[in-house]
């Protein structure tokens, strides 16, 4: 029979406390939840809608809050809420499904992965594709009301849909948003090509458009590079967008009532944005029925919030508003 010594024993302890190391390491490696994608097709009518998701951990293991983000006028879901930049973070869909939503997106009739059609894809039509959208947020999560967000004529889109279906939103982002376009220097410049939209279904939607986008208010608020890699991931869909929401913001205006957005409602606004105006939000914010509502503007920042060299502050002051401790009911 063979002697065991003292060496032997600790040796033994140190081999199998490595081991227990390693396995719970192991579990926590399993335990801990990776981020998951999905694609998903919405239909409206004939039109078949790109979406796409993403969250922490596969669906089937918790459910949590839904944020559905909807894009502007010139650039499609995926290209603006998930943009792949080596060595930084412009994915709105990864911040906030670290930040614990399960995030989706969309393409918009006549952009990215969804149906080419004759339509102009005007905001009305952009809100018909969120209730799309919707029915399928709501088919996959089991969730009756989600969170908005959306920029620029995106933030249009949201505040129509929200009026006609405030029962499935729970909290509305606005960016970049546009009530009269009064002042708006931008809006004054397109203006100049209103016949163009009222005869044309599409306009061009070149490099040196998307380029433009990066330089128009404030240079040196977005990094340059991002124009190259967004211009790649875009230009693969064609070099033309839809004119309808160019056409609404240059002549139809308004096209949200503020009395008729009764949700929570967050406006956004980047410091040297040259479409959405202080005094234009202001008239909009104050005449908002709900006593839940926040005004902020956001330093260093101009049209373009999801791009911008500052975009933290942006999602501090978002995720902030979406995590808001429901306040105490005041009986008078």
Avoid: C
Avoid at 104 to 128: C, F, L, V
Avoid at 148 to 154: D, N, R, T, V
Wanted: aromatic fraction near 8%; avoid cysteine.
């Amino acid at each position: 029979m063979s002697k065991v010594t003292r060496r032997d024993l600790v040796r033994s302890a140190g081999v199998g406390l490595a081991a227990a190391v390693a396995g719970g390491e192991a579990l926590a490696a399993q335990a801990k939840p990776v981020l998951w994608s999905a694609e998903y097709t919405a239909k409206k009518g004939p039109v078949s809608l790109a979406m796409y998701r993403k969250r922490m951990g596969a669906p089937k293991t918790t459910t949590l809050p839904v944020l559905f983000l909807i894009h502007g006028s010139s650039l499609s879901g995926k290209s603006t809420f998930d943009l792949t930049v080596p060595g930084e973070e412009y994915s709105l869909m990864n911040v906030f499904a670290g930040y614990g939503f399960d995030v989706w997106t969309m393409d918009h009739e006549n952009y990215g992965k969804s149906s080419r059609t004759p339509s102009n894809s005007d905001i009305a039509s952009g809100a018909e594709d969120i209730r799309a959208g919707f029915e399928v947020i709501a088919r996959e999560t089991g969730q009756p009301r989600i969170h908005l967000f959306g920029e620029s004529s995106g933030a249009l889109r949201v505040g129509v849909y929200a009026m006609h279906h405030p029962e499935t939103v729970d909290r509305l982002v606005l960016a970049a948003f546009t009530y009269k376009g009064e002042g708006s220097p931008t809006l004054t410049e397109r203006a100049k090509q209103l016949d163009s939209y009222r005869a044309h279904n599409t306009r061009l939607r070149d490099r040196a458009m998307i380029r433009s986008i990066f330089t128009r208010d404030k240079p040196g608020t977005s990094d340059p590079k991002l124009a190259e890699i967004l211009a790649d991931a875009e230009l693969k869909y064609g070099d033309q967008v839809p004119t309808g929401t160019y056409l609404d913001m240059t002549a139809n205006l308004p096209v949200v009532d503020p009395a008729k957005v009764t949700n929570p409602v967050l406006m956004l606004r980047g410091e040297y944005d040259g479409i959405a105006t202080v005094k234009d939000i202001s008239e909009f914010f104050d005449a908002l029925p709900s006593g839940d509502r926040q005004f902020v503007i956001l330093p260093g920042s101009a049209h373009s919030l999801a791009f911008a060299i500052n975009r933290r502050p942006f999602w501090h002051a978002m995720n902030a508003f979406l995590t808001m401790p429901k306040a105490v009911a005041i009986v008078s």
